[in-house]
C-alpha cells in the first residue's frame, strides 16, 4: 500500500516551487529577450521585472527557512510580488494597446562615456511600442496572463498549507 503525504506539506510545498519557478522563469525569459534578440526594456518592463526580482529573494528565504512558521509569510510575500509584476504588466498592456495613457515618457537607460552624448545617441525605448507580440499580445500581456494565475495559486496553496497545518 502507497502512503501519501498530507495535504498541507504537498500544498506549502507546490506554493514555494511555484513561488521560486515563476519568477525565475519570467526574468529568464526577460533576460533572453534582452540580451539575446536585443529587446530592450522600457520603464514599465523594468517596473514589472522589481516584482519578480523580489519574489525571487523571498522564496529562496522560504527555501532557507522551510519548516519554520516564517515560511509561509515569505511565500505569501513572493506571492504578491508576482501578483504586483502581473497586475503592472496588465497596465503596460493597456498602455501598448492605447486603451489608456501611460504615467511615464519615454525612456532609456543606456549611457557610457560623455552623459550628454549617450542620452542624444541612446535608443528610444517606448512604453507605448510592444518590443515583440506573439498572436497580438505582447510580454507585458504574457507577464499578465502566466503571473496572475500563478501569483493566486501561490497564495491559494500557502494559505492552504499553513491552515491545514495549524
Do not use: K
Not at 530592450?40 to 527555501?63: D, K, N, S, T, V
Not at 509569510?73 to 506571492?79: D, E, K, N, R, S
Request: aromatic share 8%; glycine share 8%.
Amino acid at each position: 500500500m502507497v502512503q501519501h503525504a498530507p495535504a498541507a506539506p504537498r500544498a506549502a510545498s507546490l506554493a514555494l516551487v511555484l513561488a521560486l519557478a515563476v519568477p525565475a522563469v519570467a526574468m529568464a525569459t526577460a533576460l533572453v529577450a534582452q540580451f539575446g534578440f536585443g529587446l530592450a526594456p522600457c520603464e514599465m518592463c523594468w517596473w514589472q521585472r522589481y516584482g519578480h526580482i523580489a519574489a525571487i529573494a523571498l522564496a529562496i528565504l522560504a527555501l532557507l527557512r522551510r519548516g519554520h512558521p516564517e515560511s509561509t509569510v515569505l511565500v505569501i510575500l513572493a506571492g504578491l510580488g508576482v501578483l504586483s509584476s502581473g497586475l503592472i504588466g496588465a497596465f503596460h498592456a493597456g498602455v501598448e494597446y492605447h486603451w489608456w495613457e501611460g504615467i511615464t515618457t519615454c525612456s532609456t537607460n543606456h549611457i557610457e562615456g560623455d552623459p550628454l552624448a549617450a542620452i542624444l545617441a541612446a535608443p528610444l525605448v517606448r512604453c507605448d511600442t510592444p518590443a515583440w507580440t506573439l498572436m497580438d499580445i505582447s510580454m507585458a500581456g504574457y507577464n499578465f496572463l502566466f503571473s496572475v494565475p500563478a501569483a493566486l495559486a501561490i497564495l491559494v496553496l500557502a494559505v492552504r498549507g499553513r491552515a491545514q497545518r495549524a
